[in-house]
């Protein structure tokens, strides 16, 4: 018998969530992961695109409770175990390679999720702000291999016209002093900038997000250190080792939820042990059915290039 057909009879007794809660956990689980975009109303990013919510599937997480710690500002920070992994993973990357200035960073990544299709490939085309570009899905190949010539459905680039008038923040931008850097995250979060359009929740949890996303992204070796660092600042933030990404990876994964008695949302950052790269991101809402909404990412390419739909 399959998993699935384990956890379907395990919650046979149970009742099942109402429709509304469960397009309330759809709709706060796609907004987590999803990269920061330009949404125009007549274009809205497919459904399928930054990783799915849909039926219940794995159960189980990791509970930690740990002493809270205290950054030097006088602001509740990340547990002593977390901040430990970030200064570790700071000091990692100062030591990282170089990366040259580019107009758009290219991400393949694998999605897993329950309900149909359950596994796919994305390609996405990021701005220098985190904003969407260009971006599809297409069938992920036997193994987690996504071959990018596989026909896929795909969002066109979006014409400077179309694009919406929130502000922006070029990364190229973002203070690489761990406290300038902190203070500009929580800025831009108060003001929208950097943030999906549909992004809710409080400005711990709104930094935190994006700076899952600007993980995934190539960046300077001082910025990415500094993102480290900062993310040892935001309250909440705890550790758990030994999660997985959408290939079965095994990481430490950095996890904040969203800290609302209504709202379960857990998000997790998971990064490859010793090196601290940046592996995939996982979301999680336990809505009351038999298991928990789940759902994985891997990432499996990330470049910086001069144009939308060029791959390295």
Known sequence: MDEMALLREAGADVAPPTDAALQAGRDRLAAAARPARRRPP?????????????????????????????????????????????????????????????????????????????????????????????????????????????????????????????????????????????????????????QNADDKGPRDQLVFNRIGRLLRMPLPPELRAALFQTLATVPGVDVVRGERDALGRQGIALARSFGDPGDTTRVEIILAPGTYRYLGMKAVQDMGAPAPLTRLSALLTTAAVTTPYQRP
Do not use: K, N
């Open 42 to 194: 007549r274009l809205r990013r497919p459904a399928a695109l930054g990783l799915l919510a849909a039926a219940a599937a794995v159960a189980g997480a990791a509970a930690i409770t740990m002493a809270q710690v205290v950054a030097p500002d006088g602001h509740g920070s990340a547990t002593a175990a977390a901040a430990e992994v970030l200064r570790d993973a700071a000091a990692t990357a100062r030591g990282g390679p170089p990366v040259r200035p580019s107009a758009y960073s290219y991400t393949r990544e694998l999605l897993v999720f329950p309900g149909e299709p359950g596994r796919q490939c994305e390609e996405t085309w990021l701005r220098r702000d985190g904003s969407l570009a260009a971006g599809g899905t297409f069938p992920e190949r036997r193994g987690g291999h996504c071959d990018p010539h596989e026909p896929g459905r795909w969002l066109p680039s979006l014409r400077d016209g179309d694009a919406d008038r929130r502000p922006h923040a070029d990364v190229r931008t973002l203070p690489t002093v761990p406290s300038a850097l902190r203070a500009r995250l929580y800025s831009d979060a108060a003001h929208g900038r950097g």
